[in-house]
T-cell receptor, first 116, second 113 residues
């Protein structure tokens, strides 16, 4: 079965500093996509960034970037210049084509607090 | 505007009652999903459907039922067999193939009273 592990239940960072959230996953498939979702206090899930497994180049979206290590099955999220609005739960997720179904699997999340 | 709508936002259920949570999307997405969110548990998949009139159980399907009679709609029924139904429920949809990101509704908070 596919699994996603986020080993940091809670983290905090000073405003304007950089923080890295960890994620590891397990799959026997070679073709898959990885995502980071943000869930602010409103509880609306928002896509932060996406990475295709076949691409070696790490994805970047403004202040958000990933470190994708395929062999290690690691997918960490780096947030630069942290802002108060980044305070949220962050979920790592992936989707693959195992068993012919495109099932989205989530980790348990990391609660990030940005401190003024 | 296209999107995915869940209703109601808050729902209260008495012990022994069935309740149905609504999920509608106008994104023309093929696949739809129901997740349950509990503190410290992340999102756990209840059911998903990749095509009309077809759906599969997720990791925690016991005590739940779904239907997919229309592409736009994927209602979830929480039955009396679900022993601990108090939770936050999220519905999502995507185009159903590998690259597609999932779009989420705003969720329904179900409380048993």
């Amino acid at each position: 079965a596919q699994t996603v592990t986020q080993s940091q239940p809670e983290m905090s960072v000073q405003e304007a500093e950089t923080v890295t959230l960890s994620c590891t996953y397990d799959t026997s498939e070679n073709n898959y996509y990885l995502f980071w979702y943000k869930q602010p206090p409103s509880r609306q899930m928002i896509l932060v960034i996406r990475q295709e497994a076949y691409k070696q180049q790490n994805a970047t979206e403004n202040r958000f970037s990933v470190n994708f290590q395929k062999a290690a099955k690691s997918f960490s999220l780096k947030i630069s210049d942290s802002q108060l609005g980044d305070t949220a739960m962050y979920f790592c997720a992936f989707i693959d084509s195992g068993a012919g179904s495109y099932q989205l699997t989530f980790g348990k999340g990391t609660k990030l607090s940005v401190i003024p | 505007d296209g999107g995915i709508t869940q209703s109601p936002k808050y729902l209260f259920r008495k012990e022994g009652q069935n309740v149905t949570l609504s999920c509608e999307q106008n994104l023309n997405h093929d696949a739809m999903y129901w997740y349950r969110q509990d503190p410290g548990q992340g999102l756990r998949l209840i059911y998903y459907s990749q095509i009309v009139n077809d759906f599969q159980k997720g990791d925690i399907a016991e005590g739940y039922s779904v239907s997919r009679e229309k592409k736009e709609s994927f209602p979830l029924t929480v039955t009396s067999a679900q022993k601990n139904p108090t939770a936050f429920y999220l519905c999502a949809s995507n185009r159903g193939y590998l690259v597609a990101e999932a779009f989420f509704g705003q969720g329904t908070r179900l409380t048993v009273v």
